[in-house]
T-cell receptor, first 114, second 117 residues
Framework: AQKITQTQPGMFVQEKEAVTLDCTYDTSDPSYGLFWYKQPSSGEMIFLIYQGSYDQQNATEGRYSLNFQKARKSANLVISASQLGDSAMYFCAMRTNTGNQFYFGTGTSLTVIP | ETGVTQTPRHLVMGMTNKKSLKCEQH?????MYWYKQSAKKPLELMFV???????ENNSVPSRFSPECPNSSHLFLHLHTLQPEDSALYLC????????????????FGPGTRLLVL
């Protein structure tokens, strides 16, 4: 069964607007971590934001925030005030305790339009 | 140098060749990872090392052989690969396998783009 699901293969957003990238996950572990990474065309994975399963508040890092809805098993990334440099692939990932596994979604390609 | 470095950045090899990918992290981390990224597929975790000991091998074919001589260096030895092994190979490291956000966050190198002919 797919552990991380990203249903939006491609998204477009106007510069300076906000955009939400969807991510749902599946695990029976009570303890897990959720991550978002950005991958520009150069290939390097850049860490953006982290949410722990026991964290009470949604994570925020600058223009990035994570909308964590535990009951729905969703961890959507919100990018506020989009910039042209935000155009990239975005991956949602999950770390589970069982077997020390790390799962990635298939990614969402974000294009910021000037 | 800082962060995670990988060499070579690009590699073309025949199916009978033997080559090695190198990864080095300058972050003082204890865990290191190899991933394979193929087109239109999720990133696949291949191997995990923690304090130089291999903790995970996700059913990777034996033509891929990892080596971790110390916590800062990780190698992936390649032998008799197939064309379907062509992909971007990413190395990552983290302070710990599991812990606080800063401890378990993985930091990635730029990757080696491998083409098998």
């Amino acid at each position: 069964a797919q552990k991380i699901t990203q249903t939006q293969p491609g998204m477009f957003v106007q510069e300076k607007e906000a955009v939400t990238l969807d991510c749902t996950y599946d695990t029976s572990d009570p303890s897990y971590g959720l991550f978002w990474y950005k991958q520009p065309s150069s290939g390097e994975m850049i860490f953006l934001i982290y949410q722990g399963s026991y964290d009470q508040q949604n994570a925020t890092e600058g223009r990035y925030s994570l909308n964590f809805q535990k009951a729905r098993k969703s961890a959507n990334l919100v990018i506020s005030a989009s910039q042209l440099g935000d155009s990239a692939m975005y991956f949602c990932a999950m770390r589970t305790n069982t077997g020390n596994q790390f799962y990635f979604g298939t990614g969402t390609s974000l294009t910021v339009i000037p | 140098e800082t962060g995670v470095t990988q060499t070579p950045r690009h590699l073309v090899m025949g199916m009978t060749n033997k080559k090695s990918l190198k990864c080095e992290q300058h972050l003082g981390h204890n865990a290191m990872y190899w991933y394979k990224q193929s087109a239109k597929k999720p990133l696949e975790l291949m191997f995990v090392y923690n304090f130089k000991e291999q903790t995970e091998n996700n059913s990777v074919p034996s033509r891929f052989s990892p080596e971790c001589p110390n916590s800062s260096h990780l190698f992936l030895h390649l032998h008799t690969l197939q064309p379907e092994d062509s992909a971007l190979y990413l190395c990552a490291s983290s302070q710990a396998l599991v812990g606080t956000s800063s401890q378990e966050t993985q930091y990635f190198g730029p990757g080696t783009r491998l083409l098998v002919l």
